[in-house]
């Protein structure tokens, strides 16, 4: 089995940051792409971003490209999600997910792994 445990989200006041991490572990598998969604209270869960397993190959929702920005650590298993100037409508529980099967990126039943989720809350 394989365990993506989120970390980093917290309340923040508009304009500010937070960086989110997603720690992987358990059985060793073939990541194709990691992706972040979030679901924000009474909506759908929605694409954020993704990384490619070589982490040349970045995709970002319109709603956040330009402010937050995907990266990944595999010495330490580790994906990150940068978030910038971020405003109230960001406010969500935010998941990381790993696709091991193809490359889709943002269709979140595409995805086989998913973290617990952590709460993100702007305030202003």
């Known amino acids: 089995q394989v365990h993506l445990v989120e970390s980093g989200g917290g309340l923040v006041q508009v304009g500010g940051s937070l960086r989110l991490s997603c720690a992987v572990s358990?059985?060793?598998?073939?990541?194709?792409?990691g992706g972040w969604f979030r679901q924000a209270p009474g909506k759908e869960r929605e694409f954020v971003a993704s990384v490619t397993r070589s982490g040349r190959t970045t995709y970002y929702s319109d709603s956040v490209k330009g402010r937050f920005t995907i990266s990944k650590d595999n010495a330490k298993n580790t994906m990150y999600l940068q978030m910038d100037s971020l405003k109230p409508e960001d406010t969500a529980v935010y998941y990381c997910?790993?696709?091991?099967?193809?490359?889709?990126?943002?269709?979140?039943?595409?995805?086989?792994?998913w973290g617990q989720g952590t709460q993100v809350t702007v305030s202003s």
């Open positions: 997910a790993w696709n091991t099967k193809s490359y889709s990126y943002d269709y979140d039943y595409m995805y086989d792994y």
């Open positions: 358990g059985r060793t598998v073939t990541m194709y792409v």
